[in-house]
């Protein structure tokens, strides 16, 4: 059974262009969640998402950042016109649903988002 | 919401000693309490987890303690050793739809030999 699976692992960005993080989730799990990890900083809860809906986005930044999970490929994370900020680990969890068993999150190996 | 809090942000322990590292948590809702060890580079790693029909978990050297009544829950390490360096990271979570895992800020251990 895979684990989770993200690309690319790295990614180098110049200022203003856009990234996109792709993350499939361990098979038969249908909850996706994204995080972002700064140098020597714990995990930042960013989206949670089900297939085709965002069930909480608290965490995302309101302008440049988006997601998605659609009903056939992998999960999205995009931020557009891309700023040095950005630059960080970006990780990639699934879990799967059922009694007991709904919030077991396992991690991808993460993007490392480098932006020039 | 949820806020967790986790102590010490640090510990350096000689190899053979135990570790603890201490949560709080403020939702006396939560009820799923995952443990991550993450290591240079790597991606995070399930290591223990505790629901909250329990108290205390053990695998191997690895234990983990529930206190629900004082929303605080720790990571117990016995017998340390070189490889157990990295950072752990305590959250909470509940069994219920649309709800988030909240992590702990992290602790970075170091088991020197």
């Known amino acids: 059974n895979a684990g989770v699976m993200q690309n690319p692992r790295h990614l180098v960005r110049r200022r203003g262009q856009e990234a996109r993080l792709r993350c499939s989730p361990m098979?038969?799990?249908?909850?996706v969640y994204w995080y972002r990890q700064l140098p020597e900083e714990g995990l930042k809860f960013m989206v949670y998402?089900?297939?085709?809906?965002?069930?909480?986005e608290s965490g995302m930044p309101k302008e440049r950042f988006s997601a998605e999970f659609p009903k056939e490929g992998p999960s999205i994370l995009r931020i557009q016109q891309v700023v040095r900020g950005d630059s960080a680990a970006y990780f990639c969890?699934?879990?799967?649903?059922?009694?007991?068993?709904?919030?077991?999150?396992?991690f991808g190996p993460g993007t490392r988002l480098t932006v020039l | 919401g949820e806020n967790v809090e986790q102590h010490p942000s640090t510990l350096s322990v000689q190899e053979g000693d135990s570790a603890v590292i201490k949560c709080t948590y403020s939702d006396s809702a939560s009820n799923y309490f995952p443990w991550y060890k993450q290591e240079l580079g790597k991606r995070p790693q399930l290591i223990i987890d505790?629901?909250?029909?329990?108290g205390e978990k053990k695998d191997q050297r690895i234990a983990v303690t529930l206190n629900k009544t004082a929303k605080h829950f720790s990571l117990h390490i016995t017998e340390t050793q070189p490889e157990d360096s990295a950072v752990y990271f305590c959250a909470a979570s509940q069994n219920t739809g649309g709800f988030k895992t909240i992590f702990g800020a992290g602790t970075r251990l170091f088991v020197k030999a």
């Open positions: 505790i629901r909250s029909n329990v």
């Open positions: 098979k038969g799990h249908s909850h």
């Open positions: 969890a699934s879990s799967q649903e059922g009694p007991g068993l709904l919030n077991t999150q396992y």
């Open positions: 998402l089900q297939k085709e809906n965002i069930i909480d």
